[in-house]
Every structure is written in C-alpha cells, then in structure tokens.
C-alpha cells in the first residue's frame, strides 16, 4: 500500500518519457549516413582495375591528372608515376573504371598521345593544349594481365579492323616507316605495320596490314615493289617520271598489282609471305629463275662498267654485272679486269627451253657449260660496249663473231669464263692511237729547223733590199716624176708642139679631100688617066652630092 | 548567483519572438501567439542529430570533388585539400590560406565546439561556463561565413565559362560541403545556451 500511495517522483518519469521518445530528427544523420553510404558504395563499384604501364619517358605525363582514353573516352586515370627499379622505365599506375575490364587483355596497347608531326601529316595536335594522354586500345586475348609496357609510337592499326597482315621480305628497309602507305593502283589500301631484321639480318621483314575489303587483291601471284622516290626514266618515248603519291616520295611506300596474266591466283592466305622489288618493271617481270654465275676477263680499261651494268645477249638484257675486279698477269705484267656476272637462262624465253633440251640431263651448272661450250665454238664472245656516249655507262653485250679466233673452252672452270674481244669503242681508240702514233713520228724539229733557217735568210735578203735597192729606187721615181712633167708641159693647150701638131692634122685633111676629089674623077672620066683632063671635066666644076660633115666644111674653105 | 531570481521560480517564461514574459503553463505567446518553451525543445538531440549528419556529409564533402577546372583542354578535378594545396605550392599562400580557413578550419572549429558544448552540458559540468557560453556566440557568428566556399564556386562556375577556352563547373563535392554548413548552422541553432547554466540548478 505504502509503495502504491507513494507519488512517483514529478521528474523522472518526464525525462524517461523525453529519453524514450525517438525523436524525428533523428532521420537527418540517418539520411546523411545512408547517401555517404550509397556514395561510397556507388565508387566502390566503380573502381575498376588497377594496372601498371611501363614507359620509356613520363614526358607530359602527370599523376591524378592523365587520362587514359579510348576513342576519346576517359576509361582510367594515372593515379602514381614512379620510376621502375632498375631505373630505366617509368611506371604509371592507372586506374580504370570497371566498364574498362576488356582493357586489362594481354594484348591491349597502350600508347601516350603527344603533338606528333611526320610526312604522314600531324597528329595529336590537341595535346598541345590539353597536356598528353594515355591512349588505349583492347586486345581480344582470353589472359588479363596488370601489367603493360607501353607503346613508344601509336600502333597504327587498332584492334577489330578487318583486314589481313602479310609479311613483306625486302633487303633494306629504305624509306620505309611505319604507316608508310600500301598502294594499289595508286589508292591507299594499307599500311606498314612493323618491320624488324630478318633471322641472321639478312634482309628485313615488313609486316603490312591490307584493310578489307581491299585483302582480297592480295593474290598468291601479287607482286609488290618499292614506291618509294620518283623513278625517272629516258627512254625513246622521252622522259618519263613515275611516282605513287606526294607522301610516297616523302615517306615511302610500297605498291602491289598482280601480273596481267596470272591464271592460277588465288586469294593469299594472312600472313602469306612475299618478296619487295625494287620497281614496278622487275616486280612485273617473268621470275628470273636460278641465276648462273659467268666470269670475263677483259684486257681493257673497265672505267664506266659498275656493278648493275646489263649483260645483254643478241640484245636482250640476260642479267647483270655483279663483280668487277683488277687481275694481275704475271706473264705480260698487266692488269687484265675481271667482271663477274649473273645470268638468267630463263629470260631467254623459249630459246631457253629448247637449249634445255640440248643440253641434256645433269648438274645445272654442267648442262650450261655444255651448252656456252657449244656458243663459244661458234664465236660466242663478250664485248664491253658503250651504252651511253654521253654518260660513258659501259654495258657487257655478248655476240656470235664468226671472224673471232679460236679460244679453247674450259667447261670444267668454275665460275664458267667466257671468252672477250675487244670493244668496238675499243677499236676506235685503237686506231686513234695509231693515227697519233704516226702524227707523233712526223720530223717535226728537223722541219722547223729549216724553216727557221730560211727565215733567217729572208730577213738578210729584207735588210739587204732595204739598204740599198730602196735608196735607188726613189731616185728613179724622180727621175720619172721630171719626165712626165715635160710631157705635160709638152702636150698642154697652148704649147708650140700642139698647134703643130693641128696644123699637121689640117693639112693631112686636106691632103685627103684631094686625093678622094681624084678619085670620084677618075671613078667618073676613067679615061683621063689616059688621055688627061678634058675641059668641061674640070675637077672644079664637079659638084658630088655633099656629106652632111661636107656641108659644115665646105664654107669654111 | 546573484540573487535575481530564475524565471522558472516565478513559472514564467520568456517568448522568443517578442520577448513577452508567459505564463510557464502557456505553449503559445499571449501577445505575438508565437510557441514558447522554457527551453528549446529537445534541444540537445536535435544538436547531436545535426551535428552527426553535417559530420558525416563532411566526408564526402572532403573526398568528393568541388570543382571541376577545364583551361586550354586540360582538365582537373579539384577537391576542397587538393585546391588548398594546389594553391599554397603555386605560391599564392594567402588564398590557400582564406580557403582553408574558410573551408576547413571553420567546419571542424564548430565540429568540436559543438560536441564539447554537447558533452559538457550532458554532463551538467560547472567548467567555463562563461566561456563556452562565449563559445556558442562566436560559433553562431562564424556560421554564416562558411557558406564562403559555397559561393566562391557558385559564383566563379557562373562565370567562367569560356566553352574551349577554360570552364569551370561545380562538382557534387560542393552539394555535400554546403549541406555539411546547413547541418552545423541548424546544430548551432538548435542548441539551446541556457542549458549551459541549467547546470547551476540542482534539479533540472
């Protein structure tokens, strides 16, 4: 009773009650718990794997700031950079997002995208800007890996592209680079996509990258050849310049085609080996076949046969000059030149064929001696001809000569000698030399001796001529000048002689109008050189009929 | 004490609006109808809730991002620290400085002088009265300053908007950081300084 009658105390059953009660507000931190939960949980979920790449230079690269992208898409972002152990690398740590799982693939790349400029054009210019970024692409493997080593250049084609690779075997790289263009009548198909040296570095193996639907022109019988530069060429057309594109002169580049007439072709397989030739004409032409070594010993000067000289057969370009090398004959104490050459039976064509059949069966390199055996006894000689007068470019021509002595063949010599006769410059200057031979044997001193002397002689007979035959001389011109002087004076208008001399000349005409007056008398009276004048034939009384001049000389008489 | 007798002796208590001395039995103001209560009510665990809350919005209010920077295409994404830093090594220290100030020094001052007006009026302690009642003044006044952050980046995202050039745009860091001054300004406000003195009452 005494406990039920006691009144509870005015205080603590209120402060129980307040304690109780919970109040509302109390959601707010339950609230803010609840989204910083949801956040964390929301980057939780959104972190994605961690991996490492290794560069050569952590140039333009910073830590919380580079971005790793895909197609422009920030998949991840370096978290650390840090150098690798041994110093040589650097490390970049990136953080992807989970949707970037496909990135961690054995065979994604990674590459940093820097301003690059090259002669295929700039590329990532907007990283001048924007500060570089790790670029990415996904590789296909089943593997993943956390570690990378980065690309030092882009890789110039990216996963998922169609296409084929194929491996071009070439003997030097030249100006081939990666992302050097693959033409195809003259429109990019493809691209270098990475070259390394052949096994024992011999050569270098292209790896190239057709992009579909263009793969499918790579046949087994396409032929590729350097398009790199600018192939000049003069022939009888005139000068012909041919080139793939502006960029290939620059950068280089490789062009393929297959032959005109290639019946059993069939779409290459991928990474189907080829060989690089050197221009469109060799790529195109007939395969050479095995190449048979021959050698030449010329007793001439070689100046203008280099390596590469063609060797012509009866005019057709058989093969090359591959040596060319000084001997030394102890015998005649000269330095007779030796020249090694490569010929291909097989671009004799048909003539081939049939000579194959001559020669018989054997070793390859007997059946050809057999058969230049028979050639050299029917006058099969070389000649090293001029190709080219202005240039001096000497080419090796091989020609019948029926009127050629006769050289014992040595078929068992290996490499095959074929017998020379000199060039037919050769002979020109030959006998130039002879001309000058005989043009310097001529008695040149004994001749300008005499001639000498008899000048000698001149000037004595000149002074001589000048001392005493010119004194005398002028004084008969004097003497002349006084003589026609008086006849001068003697002929002038007024002198005595001339009026003479009129006078002389009145009487003579006188004298001859008496003489013709007796002759038209005696014409007319005949008789009187008989009988003597008659009277009334008086000379006077005869009147003849007047001359015009008579008329003007008749009054003055 | 001073022998001015307390307003809970005479059943009185004081309106908060108008300043009108009520009856204690009244709930609303006789003259302005305004609520009265002799104290605040629930004063010290809506404190708690909301300084709780502010507390744990200032974490992701720290690691969250605030700022999102694009100058020139290079972007970077600042948290409240990281700009702190970026700014004291590039050696404009005196903004560092106000930021810091500002967003870090201010949040955690009144962090810790919340929670310790909290503690020590829970535990009824006679320490400093005076003081902590000095405290919670201070703590008021600064509260309206700390929204500085807030409006710096409000402000310059408006501004600064230069499409390729540099842009500059608020990040979900900012949201949290100005709910984490909304928190601690309503903490503060729901704190009730009379309890400080309550202490001297036996029986309260």
């Known amino acids: 009773m005494s406990d039920k009658a006691l009144p509870p105390s005015p205080s603590r059953p209120l402060v129980k009650r307040r304690g109780a009660r919970v109040s509302l507000v109390w959601l707010v931190p339950i609230i803010a718990g609840l989204i910083g939960l949801s956040m964390a949980v929301h980057d939780w979920m959104n972190v994605g794997p961690k991996i490492t790449l290794s560069f050569r230079t952590a140039e333009g690269l910073e830590a919380n700031k580079t971005q790793v992208k895909y197609k422009n898409v920030v998949i991840g972002t370096v978290t650390a950079i840090s150098l ?20 961690t693939r054995k065979d994604s790349h990674y590459w940093v995208v820097r301003p690059r400029i ?95 639907p263009n793969d499918q022109y790579i046949t087994t019988d396409t032929r590729f050849w350097n398009a ?100 030394y004959d102890l015998k005649t104490q000269t330095f007779p030149g030796l020249v090694g050459a490569v010929i291909y039976p097989k671009r004799l064509g048909a003539a081939n064929d049939k000579l194959e059949k001559i020669g018989g069966s054997g070793d390859p390199d007997e059946i050809s001696a057999r058969i230049l055996g028979g050639f050299v006894d029917h006058g099969l000689r070389a000649q090293i001809r001029n190709g080219n007068l202005l240039t001096g470019q000497l080419y090796i021509a091989m020609d019948f000569d029926p009127k050629a002595p006769k050289v014992a063949f040595n078929p068992k010599l290996r490499p095959l000698e074929i017998p020379t006769v000199p ?23 004994q001749v300008a001796n005499n001639l000498n002397n008899n000048l000698v002689e001149l000037q004595k007979t000149m002074k001589q001529v000048n001392g005493d035959v010119l004194p005398q001389m002028r004084g008969t011109l004097q003497q002349v ?24 000349m009145d009487e003579v005409q006188r004298t001859a109008r008496s003489v013709r007056v007796l002759t038209d008398y005696l014409g007319r009276h005949p008789e009187a050189l008989i009988r003597g004048r008659t009277g009334d034939a008086a000379p006077g009384s005869y009147k003849a009929t007047p001359s015009s001049r008579e008329i003007d000389l008749e009054p003055e008489q | 004490m001073n022998g001015i007798p307390l307003a809970r002796e005479h059943a009185v208590c004081l309106c908060h609006t108008c300043g009108y001395v009520c009856p204690a039995e009244a709930t609303v103001c006789p003259r302005c109808e305004a609520a009265i209560h002799a104290r605040k009510p629930n004063s010290i665990a809506r404190t708690w809730a909301f300084l709780l809350a502010g507390l744990i919005f200032y974490i992701p209010a720290n690691l969250l991002p605030v700022m999102y920077t694009t100058m020139f295409g290079s972007s970077s994404q600042n948290t409240i620290m990281s700009g702190v830093i970026e700014f004291f090594e590039s050696g404009s220290w005196d903004i ?19 929670g310790t007006l909290l503690v020590t009026v829970q535990r009824r302690s006679r320490w400093a009265m005076r003081e902590r009642a000095r405290l919670y003044r201070f703590i008021e006044l600064i509260g309206y300053w700390s929204m500085l952050d807030v409006l710096v980046v409000a402000l310059v995202a408006a501004l600064v908007q230069f499409r390729e050039l540099s842009t500059i745009e608020p990040r979900i860091g900012i949201l949290f950081f100005g709910l984490v001054v909304v928190m601690t300004m309503f903490a503060a406000m729901s704190f009730d300084p009379r309890l400080i003195w309550d202490a001297e009452v036996e029986d309260v």
Request: with cysteine.
């Open chain 1, 228 to 327: 790199s530069g600018v192939d000049v060429s003069i022939g009888a057309a005139g000068l012909k310049i041919d080139t793939q594109s502006l960029t290939s002169i620059i950068s280089g580049g490789i062009a393929f085609r297959e032959p005109n007439y290639s019946p059993e072709s069939k779409p290459a397989e991928a990474n189907a080996e080829f060989t690089v030739f050197n221009d469109q004409a060799t790529a195109m032409a007939p395969p050479d076949g095995d190449a048979r070594y021959i050698r030449m010993r010329f007793e001439q000067s070689l100046r203008g046969l280099v390596v590469g000289s063609p060797v012509d057969f009866l005019g057709v370009n058989i093969g090359k000059v591959v040596s060319v090398d000084l001997d």
């Open chain 1, 118 to 212: 090259g002669a295929h054009g700039i590329t990532g210019i907007d990283t001048l800007l924007s500060g570089a970024f790790i670029a990415a692409d996904a590789g296909s493997a089943e593997e993943t890996t956390d570690h990378f080593a980065g690309l030092e250049t882009p890789p110039p084609v990216s996963f998922g592209e169609k296409g084929k690779r194929f491996i071009l075997h070439t003997d030097d790289l030249g100006s081939l680079d990666i992302g050097s263009p693959i033409y195809y009548r003259r429109i990019q198909v493809g691209q270098v996509v990475s070259y390394q040296l052949a096994k024992e570095g011999k050569g270098v193996d292209v790896e190239i990258f057709i992009s579909a």
């Open chain 2, 96 to 114: 560092a400085l106000l930021i810091f100030i500002a967003s870090v020094a201010v949040p955690c001052l009144k962090f810790a002088v919340l």
């Open chain 1, 423 to 445: 060039g037919s410059f050769d002979k020109l200057q030959e006998q130039l030399q002879a001309f000058v031979d005989k043009l310097s044997k001529l008695p040149i001193d």
């Open chain 1, 481 to 504: 000048q006084k003589t026609l002087a008086t006849a001068n004076e003697s002929l002038g208008e007024d002198s005595p002689q001339r009026q003479q001399l009129s006078q002389a």
């Open chain 1, 84 to 103: 690798s152990d041994d110093r040589t690398h650097v490390l970049a740590t990136v953080e992807l997002n989970n949707t970037a799982t496909p990135f």
